[in-house]
């Protein structure tokens, strides 16, 4: 995979960068850093919301795969950050197939990074915008790893408050639900303002000035995302409380810190 076209955008902040920069991680740029300190001073929980956040896609992608889903499409994945997707997914399914999707061109440029699949499974990556999802499903590279005649898992961990016009969102995901078959799954984190609202609206406020337009959706709304799938047991909860572990239970973090709501559906 040749980068030498990629323009890394490094004089505007990303939301990706920004979330590598509140997971700890030293793939971001000053653009990325000073609108990440603006979002800390609105919401000084955001460094652990990024991580509950983290944490459920682990969580999440763990329970899936001890249940036999070999075939994950992960659209808005971030800057590699170990434990990535694929590395959870292949420690209970070593064949697994994953296909990662971002718009951010540094993703691209380290994408080889997701790309270190177990022997037996495969990995891909595809440089794409959920708003284009038609584009995205029919890209070469997700077509040759991921057999659409099979359960697929897929995921939109904090992503789809970034697109923030309703109608928008709702006809994405149901264009990604329609495209899979019974039996696959869709896992969904998404920023709620419901447990901080003035919080919320200083992130929400902050990632506006920064060019980044952001939607703080209801449980309602965010609920309507899984229609006509089953919502698996706990059903839309707080990230934080999803099949919690120990570091994720209540007392340690609370749902005003984690600031999402998160679920995973099956298609009947």
Do not use: C
């Amino acid at each position: 995979m040749s980068n030498d076209a990629v323009d890394l955008e490094l004089d505007r902040a990303h939301s990706a960068r920004m979330y590598d920069y509140f997971l700890g991680g030293t793939t971001n740029f000053p653009a990325d850093r000073e609108a990440a300190g603006r979002a800390m001073a609105a919401f000084p929980s955001i460094l652990a919301t990024a991580r509950i956040a983290r944490r459920f896609m682990q969580r999440s992608t763990h329970v899936l795969a001890a249940q036999g889903m070999d075939q994950f499409l992960d659209i808005g994945t971030g800057i590699p950050t170990s434990p990535n997707l694929h590395e959870i997914a292949q420690r209970e399914v070593p064949h697994a197939h994953v296909v990662y999707t971002d718009n951010d061109p540094i993703v691209l440029a380290h994408a080889r990074a997701l790309l270190h699949s177990d022997p037996a499974g495969r990995t891909a990556y595809v440089h794409a915008d959920v708003t284009t999802p038609k584009a995205l499903l029919t890209a070469a590279e997700v077509r040759d790893t991921l057999d659409f005649s099979r359960p697929i898992a897929l995921s939109l961990n904090s992503l789809l408050h970034f697109v923030p016009d309703d109608e928008q969102a709702a006809a994405i995901i149901e264009e990604l639900k329609s495209a899979l078959p019974s039996g696959s799954t869709f896992t969904l984190t998404h920023l709620t303002a419901e447990f901080d609202p003035p919080g919320v609206a200083g992130i929400v406020s902050t990632y506006g000035a920064a060019g980044t337009p952001v939607a703080a959706r209801t449980r309602q709304q965010i609920e309507a995302f899984f229609s006509g799938w089953d919502l698996i047991d706990p059903g839309l909860t707080p990230s934080n409380s999803w099949h919690p572990e120990a570091e994720d239970r209540e007392g340690q973090v609370t749902a005003k810190e984690a600031a999402q709501f998160a679920g995973v559906a099956r298609k009947p």
